[in-house]
């Protein structure tokens, strides 16, 4: 079943087009991976499926993108009630300079999800359980965020994201900055949270694409080249282009 | 054919040059301040010293017009007159003197003697009648004297100090009856035109209220103009436009200000004039593009990642901005404000030209009380003649120094302990 449906999107950055004509599919609960060369255009597509091209003055967005068949680009949509359904994680770390608790309480507070303070407690573990990373942090939930390893921030950073129930989690590279040990624990949390979240995940590792993902979409020069289940894009893709940088060709 | 090794000699020897130069330029900076405070220093500390003559006085029921025979209430002494007392006491510090020399040893003393004796009667009516040792502030010529500032070699006629009064004074001074306290009524009194009395209490007071009143005016204008343009406001010619006048409005000379004030806040709003609250609002207008610059500066120190992790969260822009952004600059924005301020609290030239250079022997109770200030009270003082004021300026520009250390300090205090450090 189709969670979100890209037609024709195009995206500009002043003069300059970064996205030509996209049209893509993405599956409900299962996990698509957009890989593709450094500016090739994934990270400015993910973000349009949250409108957090909407930070940047410069930018303007094309075309027609439906989630949950509403098209998210039609006037009057609301962008907090977007994001409140389509969480994102971000190639750096960056949890907020406050305590794991605030950190993570803060996305049901400002949108009013818990009706007291035991509920909120509770919104707060299950978010750190289902990041995994419950068992490390319990015990000192009034320390700030700032002060974990890289990879228990980032884990941070998706139970933040989770708080809030998101249908959708985009994820821009999460895994980046991580070493490998982090990483694999990113990785088997992302086939967790499958179960129940629709992930976009953005990467620039292939063997992470083809270890977490179902779909793949190829991105190249800002347009889309291939979009596929991972095992055909992987093992059989249709493009040549696709092939070459599957095989380490380019990019 | 280059010689390596001289070429590389030559190269540690330049680098040990410059090192020297700079080592140098710190050195002579230093000398500089070292010179400036040894001066005030040396001239002020006696400032903080005020000489006290202790001598007889005769509380003779004649002298103040009252029944010799019955114990007069607090209320008829509170009533009576004390000249005479003082004048009488005064001659029997020396039995021949004429009167030209009792008007000669009355000068010896601050004016407010007879206010003195009076409140000693006061606080010991059982005095009355007898004669008892009471303290008196001395003339600040005699202050002067005592402290050794006064050049007793000059010859009589360009002296304030008469022979006359010295030999006086000296023979109190062998009987050890003159003595130096620690000045209290530098602090507590008003401006003075007797140097021995005058303090700057109304224009510490004063300065205290106008940069209150500053900072009342300018933080929150300047924090809402600051957050507006930089997390809210589009980048366009408009907004580049304002950015270059802001920057342009921190360079104007402060006397622009003052001129505005007057024309403005006293010609058009009828302010009323002399008070802090007409200074701390012209002198807020300088602190403004101050405060701007510091709250634009921290809140584009705050790193996008926070921006985007609240956005992405579903926060509002408001929400991004009130939650995370702001509480993040405001160390940043905060020492920005001291500093401001510091600034403000020197700043001399809009102050006279509001007219809180009149001289104001009040303390202000509050802001639209007539007032001096710290650097107009250095001004006025400066330009008095008397020998006495010129240890007073000194005291006076220590006392606003250690002010603005201390507001210095505190900048960067609250810098230090609330900066959030991200990864």
């Known amino acids: 079943m189709n969670k979100i449906e890209a037609k024709n999107v195009n995206v500009f950055y002043g003069e300059k087009q970064a996205l030509f004509d996209i049209n893509m599919d993405i599956q409900e609960k299962q996990v698509t991976a957009l890989i593709g060369p450094s500016g090739c255009g994934k990270s400015t597509f993910l973000r349009c499926l949250n409108r957090m091209n909407d930070v940047i003055d410069i930018c303007k967005v094309e075309g027609e993108i439906k989630i949950n068949d509403y098209n998210i680009n039609q006037k009057g949509t609301d962008v907090v009630r977007l994001r409140e359904k389509i969480g994102m994680v971000f190639q750096k770390p960056n949890p907020f300079p406050k305590t794991l608790y605030e950190n993570i309480s803060y996305g049901p507070e400002i949108h009013g999800m818990a009706q007291s303070k035991d509920e909120l407690d509770q919104i707060v573990e299950d978010s750190l359980k289902k990041a995994a990373l419950w068992n490390e942090v319990k015990d000192r939930l009034n320390e700030p965020g700032t002060g974990l390893s890289g990879g228990q921030q980032q884990r941070l950073c998706i139970a933040r994201a989770i708080s809030v129930k998101p249908e959708v989690i985009l994820m821009d590279e999460p895994c980046s900055a991580l070493d490998p040990i982090a990483t694999a624990q990113i990785e088997e949390l992302i086939d967790e949270l499958k179960k129940e979240h629709t992930i976009v995940i953005v990467t620039h590792s292939m063997s992470q694409a083809a270890r977490v993902s179902q779909q793949t979409g190829f991105f190249h020069l800002g347009k889309l080249i291939e979009v596929g289940s991972t095992d055909k894009i992987f093992k059989n893709p249709d493009q040549q282009q696709t092939q070459d940088y599957i095989t380490g060709r380019f990019g | ?423």
């Open chain 2, 1 to 423: 054919m280059i010689n390596r090794e001289e070429f590389l000699n030559k190269r540690y020897k330049s680098e040990k040059r410059f090192q020297f130069y700079g080592k140098s330029a710190i050195v002579l900076a230093l000398l500089f301040l070292a010179v400036f405070l040894f001066k005030i220093f040396s001239t002020g500390y006696t400032a903080f010293q005020k000489t006290w003559i202790t001598i007889p006085i005769n509380y003779d029921p004649e002298f103040m017009y009252l029944d010799a025979d019955q114990k007069p209430s607090i209320q008829d002494l509170e009533d009576s007159e004390y000249f005479d007392v003082g004048i009488e006491s005064f001659a029997a510090l020396d039995q021949n003197a004429n009167e030209d020399q009792i008007t000669d040893i009355k000068r010896m003393f601050a004016f407010i003697f007879e206010e003195e004796i009076k409140y000693h009667i006061l606080s010991n009516p059982d005095d009355f009648g007898k004669i008892v040792e009471v303290k008196l502030t001395a003339s600040d010529d005699l202050d002067q004297v005592f402290k050794g500032n006064y050049p007793r070699e000059l010859p009589e006629e360009r002296r304030r100090v008469t022979d006359y009064q010295l030999k006086i004074f000296d023979k109190l001074n062998a009987e050890g009856k003159v003595e130096s306290n620690f000045n209290f009524s530098f602090f507590t009194n008003a401006d003075s035109r007797e140097a021995e009395l005058a303090g700057i209490a109304s224009s510490f007071m004063g300065s205290l209220f106008s940069i209150l009143v500053c900072l009342a005016v300018s933080f929150p204008v300047a924090l809402l103009a600051a957050i507006y343009l930089e997390e809210f406001a589009p980048k366009n010619r408009l907004t580049d436009f304002i950015e270059v006048n802001i920057n342009n409005l921190a360079a104007v000379p402060s006397i622009v200000f003052g001129l505005l004030g007057l024309g403005v806040l006293l010609a058009v709003f009828g302010l009323p004039r002399s008070t802090p609250l007409v200074g701390g609002i012209t002198l807020s207008l300088m602190t403004l593009p101050t405060i701007i610059i510091a709250a634009r500066a921290s809140l584009k120190a705050v790193p996008p990642s926070i921006r985007e992790a609240a956005l992405a969260m579903g926060a509002s822009r408001m929400q991004t901005t009130l939650h995370h952004t702001v509480p993040l600059s405001l160390p940043g924005t905060l020492s920005g404000t001291i500093i401001g301020l510091a600034q403000a609290l020197g700043e001399t030239a809009p102050l006279i030209l509001i007219g809180m250079v009149a001289f104001v022997n009040t303390i202000p109770g509050s802001p639209m009380d007539p007032a001096a200030s710290l650097p107009v009270q250095i001004y006025i003082w400066a330009e008095s003649a008397e020998r006495g004021f010129v240890e007073k300026v000194s005291a006076c520009i220590m006392v606003l120094l250690i002010f603005l250390v201390l507001m210095n300090l505190a900048a960067q205090m609250i810098r230090h302990k609330f900066e959030k450090k991200w990864n």
